[in-house]
């Protein structure tokens, strides 16, 4: 198995011309990233994506990017009335525009909280087709995301039921918070991530607590609960990976953002955290994996 490590560019601005990431890029090399993940929707698309794609061979960066289907970056009131269809369309224009970019995932927001499950069941169908259309089987992963059609395990496994081939991104933050309570001790919970974990194939690797969907300070012991069921979840995916392809890769993304998600008063900045958990994780992925080898 192949563990790579990403860094969000997420609360960073790119600049002028993205000399900002420019700039950038390099010291995160020097940190250990594979690559970065990108939000597009803010770039120009004619000036930007060839900027962007240099950049990133300049340094042999990977690219993956995040897209949503709809409300992007949730500006302003949610859209009213947009259907399955409406989402869809959506989804295959920016698909389109980003091709240049050769990313080597794409992470989308997709769908939306207010849809009945056979709304949500529709356009996840629709996106599979979508994928094929463009040479994308298999790269897109829809995230575990509030606000969206996956915003619950319950939706989640609903749809998971009804459209198995779709792959996901693990943000278990959103869910842990949403429901405010560890999502793998009860037996139920247990049933029910047990179900989910197969269609993982991309993880956002940020620890969120059952009152907040993201974590100041993971390794302080007020905390301890909240780590190791993320912990336990991540190493899961990565077992349930391995199984079905020893020379799978694996993206992960400490993706810690500035406030409103990142406390005001922290001890350190979302970015130091994001550093210093990508370090940890990747580590301690790396070694999980090892045992299983050797086990």
Not at 75 to 85: E, F, H, I
Not at 229 to 241: A, D, I, N, S
Not at 248 to 275: L, M, N, W
Request: some cysteine.
């Amino acid at each position: 198995m192949r563990i790579d490590r990403f860094r969000t560019v997420w609360g960073v601005e790119p600049g002028t011309n993205l000399d900002n990431w420019a700039k950038w890029f390099p010291e995160l090399k020097e940190l250990g990233y594979n690559g970065v993940e990108v939000n597009i929707h803010g770039l120009d698309p004619k000036n930007d994506f060839p900027r962007l794609r240099k950049i990133c061979d300049d340094l042999n960066f990977d690219l993956s990017i995040l897209v949503h289907s709809s409300w992007v970056d949730y500006a302003g009131p949610r859209p009213v009335g947009l259907t399955a269809s409406d989402h869809l369309q959506n989804y295959r224009d920016i698909l389109q525009i980003a091709e240049p970019l050769r990313a080597v995932s794409v992470n989308c927001q997709s769908g939306q909280d207010a849809w009945d499950i056979e709304e949500s069941i529709k356009f996840y169908r629709g996106t599979l087709e979508v994928d094929r259309e463009l040479g994308l089987s298999g790269r897109v992963y829809h995230e575990t995301h509030r606000n969206r059609s996956l915003f619950t395990p319950y939706n989640a496994a609903r749809i998971l039921k009804a459209v198995p081939q779709l792959r996901i991104t693990a943000d278990f933050s959103h869910w842990v918070v949403g429901l405010e309570r560890i999502i793998d001790i009860g037996e139920e919970d247990r049933a029910m991530m047990d179900a989910i974990i197969p269609h993982v194939y991309h993880i956002h690797s940020r620890i969120g607590t059952t009152q907040a969907s993201q974590c100041p300070e993971p390794m302080n012991p007020v905390f301890e609960e909240e780590r190791l069921c993320f912990e336990r979840l991540w190493t899961q995916v990565l077992q349930r990976r391995i199984e079905e392809d020893p020379n799978t890769r694996i993206i992960f993304v400490p993706e810690y953002g500035p406030f409103p998600y990142h406390p005001i008063g922290s001890a350190k900045t979302y970015g130091q955290v994001a550093d210093e958990e990508g370090k940890r994780l990747h580590v301690m992925f790396t070694q999980f994996v090892a045992s299983l080898a050797n086990a």
